[in-house]
């Protein structure tokens, strides 16, 4: 049996089960569990990856930076951590669209984006971005990738976790990184949603 066919109440009872049994074998505390859950629910999140987009978008020596070697480039801006030891990140073009699933379970890059949205870990997401992702970004997500545009779906893994730099919104000559970077989604930074300039 695996955790899928678990009902949250089944999950819930079971973490909490797992967090008494390591408070009282003294492996952490009460409040070591609240901090991390503090720090991922309020203190990680996709604002981090939208910082680094955005400096990618307006350094072209950090961008090469950042496609090189993604975990190292985001030290510079002082973000890692916990599931982002080996991060890639996916520079979309004109012609190429990237998109990111784990067909296994929901590896994701937590230092850039924080805890995955619930949709990437349903088997219908994971199965089905793989088989035809076009059609799921039309249907689920109303992105209309352009034809001319291949699309390709990169399987994450505990092993390598990745993220999408996605193309800078035309109309934003001159904005600061500030800006730019409240333009930048979560979704963008997935492949399942474009960045686009709102005025
Ligand atoms: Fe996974």
Redesign the pocket.
Known sequence: MNSISRTPAEITARVKALESMLIEKGLVTTEMVDRMVEIYENEVGPQLGAKVIAKAWTDSDFRTRLIDDATEACKELGISGLQGEHMVALEDTDDVHHAVV???????PWPVLGLPPNWYKEPQYRSRMIREPRSVLAEEFDYIVPESTEIRVWD???EVRYWVLPQRPEGTEGWSEEQLAALVTRDSMIGVAPVEAVS
Not at 102 to 108: A, E, I, V
Request: net charge neutral; aromatic share 10%; glycine share 0%.
């Open positions: 784990c067909t296994l379970c929901s590896c994701y994450s893994s505990s």
